[in-house]
């Protein structure tokens, strides 16, 4: 068996013939799911991984097995395991409308301000160079969800909108509408 580090997060393992037989591994039959093929492969896969000094505890192991002249290659990549997990500061819900560029922001704005929709808590935010409109109400009126459905999408989900309220540029925190909407008419 030969070990050889190719990269930092790469380890190219060789099984010889001998080896093969050793470990009573058979490459037409190796499966994972095989208890004693996944015993034996991690059994090398650590012994590799300390030998050439790669840590693999906490991080994703993607190994790959060629069949070659008599030899198994196996060859191991070790990625870290990085999930971005979200935690919502506050449970209450939220809505929140994608509204696009400018011109369809600022038209839905006047369209609401010249209805004289009645929605106090609401806020706009600008990230990634396109517009938001989030109301801190569960819904909101027919009228209201009519005229934003005309010039944007709803945003189910409530992680996407706490991701807005984090990194997004906060253009008018209080009452948007009516803030934002003296000024268009």
């Known amino acids: 068996m030969t070990i050889d580090k190719l990269t930092d997060n790469r380890v190219l393992i060789v099984l010889c013939k001998q080896d093969m037989s050793d470990f009573s591994l058979d490459y037409s039959k190796m499966k994972f799911d095989d208890n004693h093929t996944r015993r034996i492969l991690m059994r090398i896969l ?9 840590e693999i505890n906490g991080k994703s192991v993607m190994l790959e097995a060629i ?11 070790i990625n870290s395991k990085k999930q971005k ?56 009126p027919q009228k ?6 005309e010039y944007g999408n709803r945003y189910k989900s409530s992680i996407a909108t706490a991701i807005i ?12 509408i009516a803030q934002i909407g003296k000024y268009l008419i």
């Not at 650590?46 to 790669?54: N, T």
């Open 46 to 54: 650590r012994l590799a991984c300390v030998k050439e000094g790669i």
């Open 67 to 77: 069949n070659f002249d008599e030899e198994c290659y196996l060859l191991v990549t």
């Open 85 to 140: 997990k979200y935690r919502l500061k506050s449970s209450r819900s939220s809505l929140c409308y994608h509204l696009g560029n400018s011109g369809n922001f600022l038209d839905a704005i006047e369209q609401l301000y010249r209805q004289n929709v009645c929605c106090n808590h609401n806020s706009a935010y600008m990230y990634n160079d396109e517009y938001y409109l989030i109301f801190d109400y569960p819904s909101i």
């Open 144 to 149: 209201l969800r009519r005229v934003l459905s």
């Open 165 to 176: 309220k984090e990194n997004g540029k906060q253009l008018c925190r209080h009452n948007a």
